[in-house]
């Protein structure tokens, strides 16, 4: 299983109580979803956790696992993050897509010219950004994930089109 195939779905942030349990902040829209992708991974794509018993918290989950016996444990490996594959997720419906599937797509330029490839989708806290990383090489830059900077996306060709915001204003009107 390679690396570029796993999805980061969350990470433990240490025990829970004394009898073993262990938190874990999930990255999902539903924290319980956790539990029904099987054996989590590590970065590595070697086994992770396996959990037995689960409850929704705030901000993740809290429950037991097959590999963790007690809270030190539990401790013991707090900040491991957690991974499934990609093909664990359901099917998106037609012209939904998931944000992981954006990374590795060429961004071109309206005049089909190569600007780099999707390094990353990073959100800072406003909206989401595709980070770009150059052909030619140099540093990565970010693009406003919005209609107006990538009006086209063809996923299943392996691009989609990058309109530098400093360019929006250049374009005639569609």
């Given at each position: 299983?390679t690396a570029?195939?796993?999805?980061?779905v969350?990470?433990v942030?240490g025990?829970?109580?004394?009898?073993?349990?262990?938190?874990i902040?999930?990255?999902?829209?539903d924290?319980?979803a956790?539990?029904?992708?099987?054996?989590l991974?590590?970065?590595?794509?070697?086994?992770?956790?396996t959990?037995?018993?689960t409850?929704?918290?705030k901000?993740?989950?809290?429950?037991?696992?097959?590999?963790i016996?007690?809270?030190e444990?539990?401790d013991?490996?707090?900040n491991l993050?957690?991974y499934?594959?990609?093909?664990a997720?359901?099917?998106?419906?037609?012209d939904?897509?998931?944000?992981a599937?954006?990374?590795?797509?060429?961004?071109r330029d309206?005049?089909g010219?190569v600007?780099g490839?999707v390094?990353?989708?990073?959100?800072?806290?406003?909206?989401?950004?595709?980070?770009?990383?150059?052909t030619a090489?140099g540093p990565?830059?970010?693009?406003?994930?919005?209609?107006?900077?990538?009006?086209?996306l063809?996923?299943?060709?392996?691009w989609?089109?990058?309109?530098?915001p400093?360019?929006?204003?250049?374009?005639?009107?569609?």
């Amino acid at each position: 299983m390679t690396a570029s195939r796993l999805i980061l779905v969350g990470h433990v942030a240490g025990g829970f109580g004394v009898k073993g349990e262990v938190k874990i902040t999930a990255y999902t829209a539903d924290p319980l979803a956790l539990t029904a992708y099987g054996p989590l991974l590590r970065a590595d794509g070697s086994h992770g956790l396996t959990l037995t018993q689960t409850r929704a918290t705030k901000d993740g989950i809290v429950g037991r696992a097959k590999e963790i016996a007690t809270k030190e444990e539990a401790d013991g490996l707090r900040n491991l993050k957690l991974y499934v594959p990609r093909e664990a997720f359901p099917q998106p419906d037609e012209d939904e897509f998931y944000l992981a599937d954006l990374i590795g797509v060429e961004a071109r330029d309206p005049d089909g010219v190569v600007l780099g490839t999707v390094k990353a989708v990073q959100n800072f806290g406003a909206d989401d950004m595709l980070e770009i990383a150059p052909t030619a090489g140099g540093p990565t830059w970010f693009l406003p994930f919005t209609r107006a900077c990538v009006p086209d996306l063809h996923l299943s060709d392996g691009w989609l089109l990058a309109v530098r915001p400093d360019e929006i204003g250049e374009r005639e009107p569609d």
